[in-house]
């Protein structure tokens, strides 16, 4: 991560507000009663929730506190972050696991996405082997914002405006946790500068080239300091409203696919149209959403357009078959009343 930062501003307000708010959205029973991993880059954001859960962990758990640190083969000093990581950890006396994922090597995906896939893959394999139950990291308020911002710009459905959810499924038994979500980067900042703690700053993360950069430096920020201070956390209450209405909505689509859909033996799965025909489009669209989750489909670069035409097609009245081709790839044959999708 290039170079490392602190800072030495004393603050015990911001120190416990800071601790307050990563206890307060942690699971509350049994949270400790089998190993935590914690995913550390060395960067601010990780660095000071791995303080703050350092601070938590009950004086007989520790050794259940596990530092995560994946070394990207996307930088000639990635081995200083791994270095900066484990010395932490030595320092906390935790237990360390560290992986070095050779990302240049992946084909057929971005940068990004192929480092997001392998570093996911890595703390679902670090929790088996350790018997983990939760795997902890650090996405921030801002994280959160950026998140939601990329994808309407990038035309995503409703569901997508809900933005990263405070927890997932990793891997089987294996929790994914967010619990910065709702806390901004200057405030993981400002406890660092109260307890004194260094960090390591990713030059990468300054360059506007990547998508995210640009809206942190450009888009956001100019916001934040002009007309919009409040840019950020009105983004991410939009996510947190979006989020629910998109849970009834897919509560509801996943009640009519489940009415309307049915798998073949070739592994394609039929829908029956012509019962849905009097639906919202919208509701509608999030019927095939549903169905791209419960099969597994890509989604990445499925846009809102991509199922507004599946909605239009699906209950266009036809006389003979139409194909449609989308990413994944997903064929879609549509038939008159029924629509036949398959992943080849």
Same mark, same amino acid.
Request: hydrophobic content about 45%; proline content about 4%; some cysteine.
């Given at each position: 991560?290039?170079?490392?930062?602190s800072?030495?501003?004393?603050?015990?307000?911001?120190?416990?507000?800071f601790v307050?708010?990563?206890?307060?959205?942690l699971?509350a029973a049994?949270?400790?009663s089998?190993?935590?991993?914690?995913a550390v880059?060395?960067?601010g954001?990780?660095?000071?929730?791995l303080?703050?859960?350092?601070?938590?962990v009950?004086?007989?758990?520790?050794?259940?506190?596990?530092?995560?640190?994946?070394?990207?083969d996307l930088?000639?000093?990635?081995?200083d972050?791994r270095?900066?990581?484990?010395?932490?950890?030595?320092?906390?006396?935790?237990?360390?696991?560290?992986?070095?994922?050779?990302?240049?090597?992946?084909?057929?995906?971005?940068?990004?996405?192929?480092?997001?896939?392998?570093?996911?893959?890595f703390?679902?394999?670090?929790?088996?082997e350790?018997?983990?139950?939760h795997?902890?990291?650090?996405?921030?308020?801002?994280?959160?914002?950026?998140?939601?911002?990329?994808?309407?710009l990038?035309?995503?459905?409703?569901g997508?405006?809900?933005g990263?959810?405070?927890?997932?499924?990793?891997?089987? *038994?294996?929790?994914? !946790?967010? +619990? @910065? #979500?709702?806390?901004?980067?200057?405030? &993981?900042r400002?406890?660092?500068? $109260?307890?004194?703690?260094?960090?390591?700053?990713?030059?990468?993360?300054?360059?506007?080239?990547?998508?995210?950069?640009l809206?942190r430096?450009?888009?956001?920020?100019?916001?934040?300091?002009?007309?919009?201070?409040s840019?950020?956390?009105?983004?991410?209450?939009?996510?947190?409203?979006?989020?629910a209405?998109?849970?009834?909505?897919?509560?509801?689509?996943?009640?009519?696919?489940?009415?309307?859909a049915?798998?073949?033996a070739?592994?394609?799965v039929?829908v029956?149209?012509? *019962?849905?025909?009097? !639906?919202? +489009? @919208? #509701?509608?669209?999030?019927?095939f959403? &549903?169905?791209?989750?419960?099969? $597994?489909?890509?989604?990445?670069?499925?846009?809102?357009?991509?199922?507004?035409?599946?909605?239009?097609?699906?209950?266009?009245?036809?006389?003979?078959?139409?194909m449609?081709?989308l990413?994944?790839?997903?064929?879609?044959?549509?038939?008159?009343?029924h629509v036949?999708?398959?992943?080849?």
């Amino acid at each position: 991560m290039g170079t490392t930062k602190s800072l030495t501003v004393p603050g015990d307000e911001s120190v416990a507000a800071f601790v307050a708010a990563v206890r307060e959205a942690l699971p509350a029973a049994g949270f400790w009663s089998m190993p935590v991993l914690a995913a550390v880059s060395g960067g601010g954001d990780s660095v000071a929730l791995l303080v703050a859960l350092r601070r938590l962990v009950p004086a007989d758990a520790v050794r259940r506190l596990v530092v995560v640190h994946a070394e990207h083969d996307l930088r000639a000093d990635a081995g200083d972050d791994r270095a900066f990581v484990e010395g932490m950890a030595g320092r906390m006396g935790l237990p360390f696991v560290t992986r070095r994922l050779e990302v240049r090597a992946v084909g057929g995906e971005g940068i990004e996405a192929a480092a997001r896939r392998l570093r996911y893959a890595f703390f679902a394999e670090a929790a088996a082997e350790t018997g983990g139950r939760h795997v902890v990291v650090a996405h921030t308020a801002d994280d959160q914002a950026e998140t939601i911002l990329h994808r309407v710009l990038r035309g995503t459905a409703v569901g997508g405006l809900g933005g990263m959810s405070r927890a997932r499924e990793l891997a089987p *038994g294996v929790s994914l !946790l967010r +619990p @910065l #979500l709702e806390v901004r980067r200057r405030l &993981a900042r400002d406890f660092l500068a $109260g307890v004194g703690e260094e960090w390591r700053e990713d030059p990468s993360n300054a360059d506007r080239r990547h998508a995210r950069n640009l809206l942190r430096h450009e888009v956001i920020a100019t916001c934040e300091r002009t007309r919009y201070p409040s840019c950020t956390e009105a983004i991410v209450r939009l996510g947190r409203q979006a989020a629910a209405i998109s849970g009834a909505l897919r509560s509801a689509a996943e009640r009519l696919l489940d009415e309307h859909a049915r798998r073949q033996a070739d592994g394609s799965v039929v829908v029956r149209t012509a *019962g849905l025909a009097g !639906l919202d +489009p @919208l #509701l509608l669209a999030e019927v095939f959403v &549903a169905l791209w989750c419960r099969e $597994g489909w890509p989604r990445r670069d499925m846009t809102a357009r991509h199922y507004e035409t599946l909605v239009r097609l699906a209950l266009a009245e036809r006389t003979a078959d139409e194909m449609l081709a989308l990413p994944g790839p997903v064929a879609v044959r549509f038939n008159a009343g029924h629509v036949v999708i398959s992943r080849p």
